[in-house]
């Protein structure tokens, strides 16, 4: 009689979780770096052609910006029974005659419905424009002059019913 030995199977050791380990990760590590290249390769980051000269012109605009905050003008607008009202008065109060409104409303996601807004004098200080056919939310840009050439930018958010 013999005496023989049972078959041995599979035995998980050491070395084989270790592997497991190294290829699990290194899987994830290049489906992460497959993703980084093609994202950088569709998108670059740049938003505009000339980035550098875009920078240049934001110092301009805070500037801007800065002697605007220093004339100490109070500005309101209301939206409301399908006119946009625009309120300015001066650090003390009084209404401020403007000769020119430039002034335009979008939809914050798209250009699609652009158009712009013409106002007019209501009183003193305050200026109307017709926004008949506004619903939701749009956004207004609206750049108004003085007689002495002083310049007032303002951008709001509005909401129509």
Known sequence: ??????PQGFRLNGWHVLAGFVLF???IA?????????????????????PYEDGLAYNKILNRETAQAAQGWQVA???GGGDVALTVRDRNGAPVD???IDAHVERPATLAGSRG???????PGVYR?????????????????????????????????
């Open 77 to 79: 607008v209301d939206l």
């Open 129 to 161: 424009a017709s926004a008949k056919g506004l619903s939701g939310a749009w956004d207004l840009s609206l750049s108004a002059y003085d007689r002495a050439g002083r310049r007032l930018d303002i951008e709001r958010r509005l909401v129509a019913p």
């Open 98 to 100: 403007l000769q020119r």
């Open 117 to 123: 807004l013409f106002f007019a004098a209501a009183s």
């Open 30 to 50: 290049a489906v992460n770096i497959a993703m980084v290249i093609r994202a950088y390769a569709t998108y670059p980051g740049e938003v505009g052609t000339t």
């Open 1 to 6: 009689m013999s005496v023989s030995t049972p």
């Open 25 to 27: 990760f290194g899987v």
